[in-house]
Structures are given as structure tokens and as C-alpha cells.
């Protein structure tokens, strides 16, 4: 069964910073373009930032050269550290593989910031 659990979020000032983490309990984890998307209160889910098996990296423009995407692939791990956070980044974040079909959405983390 795949499991997607993410941790990390709270509530922090802007400006400051926090490091999301995300287990995947999923097989052949290392073989995903993983990615971190973030569901803000009456938005639709959006693409954050995304990973490719060989390390490269994409960002959203809203989160270039303040967010970073990395991997642990013998952990089955994902990570986003967040920098320089606006209140704007206030979300619901999640983590999943980008390609169809998605793994089942986890429950995220809450990322509150506050001006």
C-alpha cells in the first residue's frame, strides 16, 4: 500500500524558514520525478517544485531562489527547504510523483506564515 506522509509544516513569521519532509512508502521510489504541490484556501492544488531521478530541479517562478527540492532516495524521503517565507506561501503542502497516476495524496502539512 502507498503511503505519503509529510511533516515539517507550522506557523512561522515571514521571513523565516522551515524544511518540509515527505516518507514514501512506495516502491521503486528512486524512479519518480517527485514534486511538492501546495493547496492554498479556495485555490486548486499547484506545483511548487519537482525532482527528476538524475537531480534535476524545477520551481514555480513564485518560489525560485527562496525554496529548495532535494531527495534521499535510500530513505524514500523528499524534502523542501522553504526560505525567506511569505505570508502568500500560507498552504496545505503536499508531495507526490508527477506522472499519471498519482500515488494516493497524503494528508500534507500545514504551512502558516504570518506577516
Known amino acids: 500500500q502507498v503511503e505519503l506522509v509529510e511533516s515539517g509544516g507550522g506557523l512561522v513569521h515571514a521571513g523565516g524558514s522551515l524544511r518540509l519532509s515527505c516518507a514514501a512508502s512506495v516502491a521503486n521510489f528512486w524512479i519518480n520525478t517527485m514534486g511538492w504541490y501546495r493547496q492554498a484556501p479556495g485555490k486548486q492544488r499547484e506545483l511548487v517544485a519537482s525532482?527528476?531521478?538524475?537531480?534535476?530541479?524545477n520551481y514555480a517562478d513564485f518560489v525560485k531562489g527562496r525554496f529548495t527540492i532535494s531527495r534521499d532516495n535510500p530513505k524514500n524521503t523528499l524534502y523542501l527547504q522553504m526560505n525567506s517565507l511569505k505570508p502568500e506561501d500560507t498552504a496545505v503542502y503536499y508531495c507526490?510523483?508527477?506522472?499519471?497516476?498519482?500515488?494516493?495524496w497524503g494528508q500534507g502539512t500545514q504551512v502558516t506564515v504570518s506577516s
Open positions: 525532482i527528476t531521478v538524475t537531480e534535476s530541479t
Open positions: 507526490n510523483r508527477l506522472s499519471a497516476p498519482t500515488y494516493t
